[in-house]
C-alpha cells in the first residue's frame, strides 16, 4: 500500500510570498494528483501529472519519480490562495487514489 | 452547470437505519469514484467503476457498504445498518477515464445518531 507524506501540515505566510508544499510517497505511481478544498467547499483538481512539470496560472506541480517526491508551488501568493491542499497517487496497482492528510495554507494580508 | 452532482446533501438518520446515496457523474465520464472524508482519517477511497467492468471495492470499509452504478452512469452507495462511526462526507468524483484529472461533487455530509 502507498503512504502518501505531505509537508508542511500547516503553512502560514504573508501575502506575494513564494510557496511550496512537498509531497512523498512510498511506491511507483500511474498518478500524482494535487487538489485543493476552500473550508466548507468542496474538492476541486489543480493538477495531475505522472512526469515533469505543469503550470496553470501561479501554480506550478512537478514530480521527481525517481525520488518519489512531488512539490506543488505557488507564485505570487493572495489570501484567496488559502485553503487545504492534498497531494494523491495512484499505484501499486490500486484503482483508487491514496491521500495525503493535507496543508492547511492561510496566506495573510 | 453539468458538474458532479450528489444528494442529499445532508442527511440525519438514526443508528441502525439504512442509507442511500446518490450520485450522478458528468456525462460521458467512464469512471466514477466513491472516497469518504472523515475528521480523523481524512479522505480515503471506497469504491471504483469503470464503464462495465467489475467494480474495484477494495476500500469499502465492511460488508455493510455496497454500491452499483446502473447503465454505466448513476451511482449509489449504501450504508446497512449504520453506526455512528459511519458518519462523514461521502464524496463522488468521475473522470473521462481512469488517469485522468477527477471532478469532485460537493459531498453528502452524513451524520449518523
Known amino acids: 500500500k502507498n503512504e502518501v507524506e505531505q509537508s508542511p501540515q500547516n503553512l502560514t505566510a504573508q501575502e506575494g510570498e513564494f510557496i511550496t508544499i512537498n509531497c512523498s510517497y512510498s511506491v511507483g505511481i500511474s498518478a500524482l494528483h494535487w487538489l485543493q478544498q476552500h473550508p466548507g467547499g468542496g474538492i476541486v483538481s489543480l493538477f495531475m501529472?505522472?512526469?515533469g512539470k505543469k503550470k496553470h496560472g501561479r501554480l506550478i506541480a512537478t514530480i521527481n519519480i525517481q525520488e518519489k517526491h512531488s512539490s506543488l508551488h505557488i507564485t505570487a501568493s493572495h489570501p484567496r490562495d488559502s485553503a487545504v491542499y492534498i497531494c494523491?497517487?495512484?499505484?501499486?496497482?490500486?484503482?483508487?487514489?491514496?491521500f495525503g492528510k493535507g496543508t492547511h495554507l492561510i496566506i495573510q494580508p | 452547470g453539468a458538474g458532479v452532482s450528489q444528494s442529499p446533501s445532508n442527511k440525519v438518520t438514526e443508528k441502525g437505519k439504512d442509507v442511500e446515496l446518490r450520485c450522478d457523474p458528468i456525462?460521458?465520464?467512464?469512471?466514477l469514484y466513491w472516497y469518504r472524508q472523515s475528521l480523523g482519517q481524512g479522505l480515503e477511497f471506497l469504491i471504483y467503476f469503470q464503464g462495465n467492468s467489475a467494480p474495484d471495492k477494495s476500500g469499502l470499509p465492511s460488508d455493510r457498504f455496497s454500491a452499483e452504478r446502473t447503465g454505466g452512469s448513476v451511482s449509489t452507495l449504501t450504508i446497512q445498518r449504520t453506526q455512528q462511526e459511519d458518519s462523514a462526507v461521502y464524496l463522488c468524483?468521475?473522470?473521462?477515464?481512469?488517469?485522468?484529472?477527477?471532478?469532485f461533487g460537493d459531498g453528502t455530509r452524513l451524520s449518523i445518531l
Open positions: 468524483a468521475s473522470s473521462q477515464q481512469r488517469d485522468q484529472p477527477q471532478h
Open positions: 501529472l505522472s512526469s
Open positions: 494523491a497517487v495512484r499505484g501499486g496497482g490500486a484503482d483508487g487514489l491514496t
Open positions: 456525462s460521458g465520464h467512464t469512471a
